[in-house]
Nanobody, 120 residues
Framework: QVLLVESGGGSVQAGGSLRLSCIVSGLRISSFTYMAWFRQAPGKKREGVASSYISAGIAYYTDSVKGRFTISRDNAKNTVYLQMNSLRPEDTAIYYC????????????WGQGTQVTVSS
C-alpha cells in the first residue's frame, strides 16, 4: 500500500516561511516519474504548485510561486519537501503531495493535505 503523509503546515504572517514534508511509504520515490505539490484554496480549483521530474532532477513551478518556492527530495528518507519563502496571503490553501507519471496530471497517489494559512 502506497501512502503519502504531509506535515509542516501552519499559520504564518506574510513574508514568513514554511517547509512542508511528504513522507512516502510503500514505494520508493524513484518509482514515480513525478512528485508534485498541489494546493486548493476555499472556493477555488486545485492547482499544481511545484512538480519534480524525478529521474531528470528538473523542477517546474506555477508562475505565482517561482522564485519563492522550492521542491526537493531526500531519497534516503523517501521524502519530498516544499520550501515556501516570502509567503503571501494568497498562498493560503490546503497543500497536497502527489505521486504520478505526468507533470501536472495523472497522479494516482495523494496525501491527506496540510493547511497553510498566511495572514497579512
Amino acid at each position: 500500500q502506497v501512502l503519502l503523509v504531509e506535515s509542516g503546515g501552519g499559520s504564518v504572517q506574510a513574508g514568513g516561511s514554511l517547509r512542508l514534508s511528504c513522507i512516502v511509504s510503500g514505494l520508493r520515490i524513484s518509482s514515480f516519474t513525478y512528485m508534485a505539490w498541489f494546493r486548493q484554496a476555499p472556493g477555488k480549483k486545485r492547482e499544481g504548485v511545484a512538480s519534480s521530474y524525478i529521474s531528470a532532477g528538473i523542477a517546474y513551478y506555477t508562475d505565482s510561486v517561482k522564485g519563492r518556492f522550492t521542491i526537493s527530495r531526500d531519497n534516503a528518507k523517501n521524502t519530498v519537501y516544499l520550501q515556501m519563502n516570502s509567503l503571501r496571503p494568497e498562498d493560503t490553501a490546503i497543500y497536497y503531495c502527489a505521486a504520478g507519471h505526468d507533470r501536472w496530471s495523472d497522479f494516482g497517489y495523494w496525501g491527506q493535505g496540510t493547511q497553510v494559512t498566511v495572514s497579512s
